[in-house]
């Protein structure tokens, strides 16, 4: 299998040691071609059409309508796409992405162990997974179309993240399989878009999530649904 792993973006989420963990789990216990880039010139069709999926680790970068066209019409001819963490909290300028995601980032408390109780336990993203203790940040995800687009709009225009989160009220509604939750937030999530796969995973905020042996097993099997292996 060939990956892509976009990272870049807010320090916090993209130091060398979450490089090393993502690898880890990736190149290292899935066995993945991974190439791992923050150009986002990579996003183009033909570029693209070289990986069986893309992941998307980045946090907070601007992309260009070209440049989100080419990734959802990658994944609608069949990449697979696994979005980790902050991946709804990323090209937020982006009302198609974003809507093809099928939520963003809202807030989330300090970081802290928290429990993360699997829903579907059958689906082979979470197979073999039990519901565990994990320290991290327990994100909330949400917004309907109509607000997740409006929000892009005033981010695009020059506003501020949080003056366009506050328009995002509405829950997470989106058409997926919501697969693990916690504290009955949507923590995993599945979904096809056209003839691709799509999966997202809040968790991962640091190594102390990423070293999380059901985190690990859950990116594993993550990127292997989408894929379709």
């Known amino acids: 299998m060939r ?8 320090e916090f989420h993209n130091r060398p040691i979450h490089y090393a963990e993502l690898a880890g789990i990736f190149a290292g216990e899935a066995g993945v071609d991974l190439r791992i880039t923050s150009d986002l010139d990579t996003l183009e069709v033909r570029s693209l059409a070289r990986y069986d999926a893309i992941i998307n680790w980045s946090t907070g970068l601007r992309a260009r309508s070209r440049q989100i ?3 959802i019409d ?8 696994l979005g980790l963490h902050a991946a709804t909290a990323t090209f937020l300028n982006s009302g ?13 408390p300090p970081i802290y162990t928290f429990r993360v109780d699997v829903a579907e336990a059958g689906h082979p993203i979470t197979r073999g997974v039990e519901s565990f203790a994990v320290e991290d940040e327990r994100y909330e995800i949400g917004g309907s179309d109509g607000e997740l687009r409006s929000m892009a709009r005033l981010i695009d225009g020059g506003a501020s993240e949080r003056d366009g989160r506050a328009i995002c009220v509405s829950p997470f509604s989106a058409d997926a399989d919501v697969l693990a939750r916690a504290e009955d937030f949507p923590i995993l999530y599945a979904r096809t878009a056209r003839h691709g796969r799509l999966h997202y995973n809040a968790l991962g905020h640091d190594e102390r999530s990423l070293r999380n042996p059901s985190v690990r097993q859950l990116c594993r099997q993550g990127l292997a649904w989408v894929a379709g292996s």
């Open 3 to 10: 990956a892509l792993l976009l990272v870049g973006g807010a």
């Open 74 to 81: 990658a994944v609608e001819h069949g990449v697979g796409f």
């Open 96 to 108: 198609r992405y974003l809507t093809f995601l099928g939520a963003a980032f809202i807030k989330h």
């Open 69 to 71: 066209a080419a990734l």
